[in-house]
């Protein structure tokens, strides 16, 4: 059975720093994308970069570039999504999510996210 | 940015009948749209890729249809434990996904 299990709850201060893993079991964990993915409270999700278990190779969306640092051990199945310095703003939940893809008969790939962590609640406050 | 709105905002729907979820890309993202049903307390779930591609064990009173720049989810026959709030997101420029601001399905 696929599955993503996040790390706990986090309770932080501003100008702490933080990692919260997401380790992936049932499958083969180098082999497909890593999504880090934000929801603020009361918001939609938004998709914050991807992984690539195997090489590390690693996708920011521009918003979160340099404000949030993904990476990987594979030798233990597990994604990271780290902060230097938090700040009240990165209250939310954070979900990892495996990407998957299907290639159409027209020769068009789709991605889709298939699998989900619980989702790691993080809370900055003074 | 490819930006996606979604209407209406809150639909509210009796049992047994059918609800129609709108979403428009602000540029053509081809079929590569997917929706996503997320309940309080969960993580999102696939519904559908492809634009029209059901995910694995979803049923199939759940259709999405469009390409381009509109598209729509009909799920039929509703059921009380389909409210939640659905998203479209499209793939179309790979990892830089975006999402809509989702519409509010409730079950009167």
């Known amino acids: 059975e696929v599955q993503l299990a996040q790390s706990g709850v986090e309770v932080k201060k501003p100008g702490e720093s933080l990692k919260i893993s997401c380790q992936g079991s049932?499958?083969?964990?180098?082999?497909?994308?890593i999504a880090w993915v934000r929801q603020l409270p009361g918001k939609g999700p938004e998709w914050m970069g991807v992984?690539?278990?195997?090489?590390?190779?690693?996708r920011y969306i521009p918003s979160f570039q340099g404000q949030v640092t993904i990476s990987v051990d594979k030798s233990i199945f597990t994604a990271y999504l780290q902060w230097s310095s938090l700040k009240a703003s990165d209250t939310a939940m954070y979900y990892c999510?495996?990407?998957?893809?299907?290639?159409?008969?027209?020769?068009?790939?789709?991605?889709?996210?298939?699998?989900w962590g619980q989702g790691t609640l993080v809370t900055v406050s003074s | 940015e490819v930006v996606m709105t979604q209407s209406p905002a809150t639909l509210s729907v009796s049992p047994g009948e059918r609800a129609t979820l709108s979403c428009t890309a602000s540029q053509s993202v081809s079929s590569k749209l997917a929706w996503y049903q997320q309940k309080p307390g969960q993580p999102p779930r696939l519904l559908i890729y492809g634009a029209s591609t059901r995910a694995a064990g979803i049923p199939a009173r759940f259709s999405g249809s469009g390409s381009g720049t509109d598209f729509t989810l009909i799920i039929s026959s509703l059921r009380s434990e389909d409210s939640a709030v659905y998203y479209c997101q499209q793939y179309d420029k790979w990892h830089m996904f975006t999402l809509g601001l989702g519409t509010k399905l409730e079950i009167k």
């Open positions: 999510a495996r990407q998957n893809y299907y290639d159409s008969p027209e020769g068009a790939r789709h991605f889709y996210f298939d699998y």
């Open positions: 049932g499958y083969s964990f180098t082999n497909y994308w």
């Open positions: 992984i690539y278990p195997d090489d590390s190779d690693t």
